[in-house]
């Protein structure tokens, strides 16, 4: 019978606890300054004057959730850099929400990808955005997509400088479609939002801001850091959210008995490329409990299109501590959920990363990837990790991922103490 990583890891049948394992929390208390008071973005309004002669710089950035977010700090801070150039960013249809309406951005481009239509439909869409962006005229483009997706459209925007990563952060021979190449970090652990400032760098007025290598040392020490992912960024990193969305996504919390009442969203669900990254049901259902019991508050489980059994199978192991939260219909009504509620837990995904940066404490769940290089930025954002031999991998999916199931509730809970300390807590 084949010996499952579990038993290896633990040394024997998969029955004995697990020995030698480290949980790494990393904890972010020195980000700069907050750009959400009150779950609401500062007034920010932009008013240039563009020359006819102004550059014109493209950002190339057209999935996934996590990665568009996490490149938009550095984007704020190329903003504050340049403030007399026109930016334009490329995006793809499903994430342009998160987009629209940003007052940093001059023109937005949505390139209408279809997952479903075939190669005809992908390259008409492709030949479409061409003409939008050749029209337009950039002068610069970026590319912070990293793969030959996102090279092909910064080749075919038309401009004569295009700026790219050096491998390994470009992937695909993506490379060689730029005329200018930012070279490789000596750091192999890079944080994505620090590669995205250090890409950015050739277009600022001034370098891009350093960072320590706490993280590195953390994980390799099984010791807590202080990370400072989010600092100094000059403007609003998000569009604000319409008065019509934030009203009806209070009625619906109210209606759900929020009304007055602190909450903690529970995200557990993942994309379905990502769903090996899922921490069980059953842990949640525990970490609902505690958080109800111990803490106070209501707990709310949140669930994209297809995952309404996830939210009732947590929902049914939670001891009637957790209830299915209101359905959010698009990317801003779930923001405007998360702005809401008072802590939010989830797995490594895009709303971890959307609850972080718009200022939620927030605890993500680690498993296959390295939270060095993707937690999510914020001064409230712990990120928990199980130190198991494997991890992180590559892998797309895994029959037996202990990363995520043997990280338990009990390591989770020192997460939300990081995340969201009593006065004089301590976490052990």
Known sequence: MRESPASRLRGGTGDEAPRNLRTIVLSDQRAGEQLFAGGRPRPHTRSVSHGAASEKILIVRL????????????????????????????????FAALLEGHPSIDRLFVFERSHGGGIGTNIRALLRLRAELRAWGPTVAVDAQGNLRGALVARLSGAARRVALAPPAAREGSARFANEIVPASDNPREHRGDQARRLFAPLRRSGPSERDSDAVLAAELGVAAELGTAEAAAGPLLPAISDDVREAVTAALDAAGMRGRPFALLIAGTSAFGAFKRWPAAHFGALAQRLRDERGLAVLVSYGPGQESLAREITAASDGAATPAPATGSLMELRAQIEAAALVVGADSGPAVLAGLVGRPTVALFGPKDPAIYRPPGAHTTAVWKGVYCAPCKLRKCDDPICMTLLDPDDAWRGVQRALPRPRETVA
Do not use: I
Request: net charge negative; charged share 30%.
């Open 63 to 94: 999935s996934a959730m996590g990665d568009v977010l996490q490149t938009l700090p550095a984007f704020s801070e190329l903003r504050a850099a340049r403030p007399e150039a026109e930016l334009g960013w490329v995006v793809e249809r499903r």
